[in-house]
C-alpha cells in the first residue's frame, strides 16, 4: 500500500456546524471530507463513495448512531467509524465499541487538537492495515505466482529490482548461479509490468543446436536449407511486442553474438535465406551462471554485447547467502508435494537443511523435499529422511548468516530468531501475515514468539507508530 493514501472522510451529523468544523480539521490532514445529515443519506453515500474513517454521532433523527454503525460495519468490514456523543454516555460509547467502534470523542471538541489527533491516529491505523493487506496480496502474487520466496535483505533487494524493472524495455542482465531462479525473477518482470498480456518467450541458449540457433532465433525462409519446405518466423518475431528470455547467454557461438548484437542496436531481424528484415518490438532479458566480464576479458564473450546487456543487473543470491529464507522455502514446497497435509520438520531435520551448502542452490533444495516426501512417512521430515550428503551436515560445519563472509547468528536458534523479529518487523506486528510469511502455524508462530520474546517488542513499536 502506497503511503500516499487518499483517505476518504465521513462525518455524519445532523448539526451543519459540527459537520463543517469536522470537514475543516480532515482537510487540514489532506483528507477527502465527505458529508451526511443522517445515517440513511450516509449510507446511500457509502454505497457509491466507500470511506476510509466515518465520524457519526450518536443521537440523529430516524436512525441511531449504534444502528448506523452495525449497518456500516456489514457493508464495509474494514473501515474504521468512530462515534461522537454530546450528552457524556460513556455507556452508550462503549456500547458503540463492542460493536465494533473505533473508539468515542465528546463534543464539543475542546481543544480543537484533540480532534485532529483522533483523526490522526485513524487514519495512521487505516494506513497501517493497508500496508499489510498490500504485504499479503504482494506475498501471494510473488510466491504463488512466481515462486520467490524469502525475507531476507538479499531477496527483498531482488523483489525491489523486479518492480523497478517491471515496465521498462531496457534489457536486464540476471547473473546467479545455477538453481537461484533465474528465469523465475524474468517471468516476475514480465507478468509485473504492463506487458503481461504480450508473449513471454524463454529460450534455453544452452540446449540449442550450433547449427540451428540462427534459424530458430530469428527464422528462416522456405529452402534456405534442406527440409525447410515452408518459411517459419523465429523466436524473436514470436515474442513481438513483450519479452524473450535467453538463458545461459553465455553458451551463445561468438558469430551468434555479434548478430545478437545487432538486432539489439538496429530492433531487427533478418531470416535465414530471406534480404529482407523485420522489425521487431522485444525486451530482452538474459541471463547466465558464468561471470561474462571475465569472459570478454578472456575473449570468449563479445565486449560490446556484454555491455549492451549489461544496462541493468540483477544478481540472485545463492542460498548459501540466504540461510535463514531456508525455513520459508521449505515449507513453500512442503505445501506444493504435501497436497494439503500438515508435514512437520524436526529440529534436527531443520538444522542439517540449514547448515548445508546447496551447490545446487534453491532447485536442490526444491528436489531434497520433493525426495523427502516421496521416501518418507509423509507427515514428519527427520534428518533419516535426507540425502546423506546433506543429512551428514548437522553434525560438522558452522552456521553462517545471510553473508558468504558470516555474521553474528552462529546457530539455528539465532538465524530463527533473527528471522522472525525482521519478518515482525516488515509486518509491524501483525501475528497472521508473519506466520504467513514464515510458512508456520499459528500456534508454533505463538510459541516462538513467546520463546524469543519478540511479539511484545514488535507490538510496541506498532503502537508507538500509531501515536
Given at each position: 500500500?502506497?503511503?500516499d ?10 448539526e ?5 468544523l469536522?470537514?475543516?480539521?480532515g ?6 471530507c ?8 450516509a449510507?446511500?453515500l457509502?454505497e457509491?463513495e ?7 454521532d ?13 449497518r ?35 463534543k ?9 489527533l ?10 497501517l ?9 504482494r506475498?501471494?502474487t ?5 515462486g520467490?520466496v ?8 531482488v ?15 540476471i547473473?546467479?548461479e545455477s538453481g ?9 518482470i514480465?507478468?509485473?509490468?504492463s ?7 524463454a ?46 547467454i ?5 558469430e551468434?553474438?555479434?548478430k ?14 530471406s534480404n529482407?528484415?523485420?522489425k ?16 570478454y ?10 555491455f549492451?546487456?549489461?544496462v ?26 504435501a ?10 531435520a ?7 551448502d546447496?551447490?545446487?542452490n534453491?532447485r ?5 523435499i520433493e525426495?523427502?516426501m516421496t ?32 555474521g ?25 501475515l508473519?506466520?504467513k ?5 499459528r ?14 517488542r ?10
Open positions: 500500500m502506497s503511503k493514501l487518499q483517505i476518504r472522510f465521513l462525518i455524519v451529523d445532523d451543519p456546524s459540527i459537520r463543517r469536522c470537514s475543516n480539521v482537510e487540514q490532514l489532506g483528507f477527502e465527505m458529508e451526511a445529515d443522517s445515517g440513511e443519506s449510507l446511500a457509502l457509491h466507500p470511506a476510509h474513517i466515518i465520524l457519526t450518536m443521537v440523529m433523527p430516524n436512525m441511531s448512531g449504534l444502528e448506523f454503525l452495525e456500516v460495519k456489514k457493508l464495509l468490514p474494514r473501515a474504521e467509524v468512530a462515534v461522537m456523543t454530546g450528552h457524556g454516555s460513556v455507556e452508550t460509547a462503549v456500547q458503540a465499541m463492542k460493536l465494533g467502534a473505533y473508539d468515542y470523542i465528546s464539543p471538541f475542546s481543544p480543537l487538537e484533540e480532534l485532529r483522533f483523526l490522526r491516529r485513524m487514519a495512521e491505523k487505516i494506513q492495515v493497508e500496508e499489510n493487506q498490500f504485504l499479503r496480496e506475498m501471494d510473488e510466491t504463488e505466482m512466481y520467490i524469502g525475507v531476507s535483505p538479499k531477496i527483498q533487494d523483489l525491489r529490482m523486479i518492480s523497478r524493472l517491471k515496465d521498462t524495455r531496457t534489457p536486464v542482465l547473473m546467479g537461484t531462479g533465474k528465469e523465475l525473477v524474468a517471468r516476475a514480465h507478468h509485473r509490468g506487458f503481461a498480456n504480450r508473449p513471454f518467450v529460450v534455453d541458449c544452452g540446449s540449442l543446436v550450433p547449427t540451428l540457433i540462427e534459424s530458430e532465433l530469428f527464422g528462416y525462409e522456405k529452402g534456405a536449407f534442406t527440409g525447410a519446405i515452408k518459411s517459419k518466423i523465429g523466436l524473436f518475431q514470436a515474442a513481438d511486442g513483450g519479452t524473450i528470455f535467453l538463458d545461459e553465455g553458451e551463445l557461438p561468438p551468434m553474438q555479434a545478437l548484437l545487432r538486432v539489439l542496436q538496429e530492433k531487427e531481424v533478418r531470416p535465414v535465406g529482407q528484415r523485420a521487431v518490438d522485444v525486451r530482452v532479458i538474459v541471463a547466465t551462471n558464468r561471470d561474462l566480464e571475465q569472459e576479458r578472456k575473449g570468449t564473450f563479445r565486449k560490446d554485447l556484454y549492451r546487456l549489461n541493468v543487473a540483477v544478481r540472485l543470491p545463492a542460498l548459501r547467502e540466504r540461510r535463514t529464507d531456508i525455513p520459508m522455502l521449505v515449507h513453500w514446497f512442503l505445501d506444493r508435494y497436497a494439503g497435509a500438515e508435514v512437520k520438520v524436526t529440529h534436527g531443520m538444522k542439517a537443511l540449514m547448515q548445508y546447496w551447490p545446487g534453491v536442490e533444495l526444491e528436489n531434497c525426495r523427502a521416501l518418507g512417512d509423509r507427515r514428519m521430515i527427520d534428518v533419516d529422511d535426507l540425502p546423506p550428503g546433506i543429512g551428514s551436515s548437522a553434525s560438522s560445519g558452522q552456521l553462517d548468516a545471510d553473508s558468504p563472509s558470516g553474528n547468528a552462529t546457530d539455528l536458534e539465532d538465524i530463527e530468531r533473527a528471522t522472525i523479529q525482521r519478518v515482525f518487523e516488515q509486518v509491524k506486528g501483525d501475528k497472521a508473519a506466520g510469511m514464515l510458512g508456520i502455524s500456534a508454533t508462530l505463538y510459541r516462538k514468539l513467546k520463546r524469543y520474546n519478540i511479539g511484545t514488535a507490538e510496541t513499536q506498532s503502537s508507538a507508530a500509531l501515536q
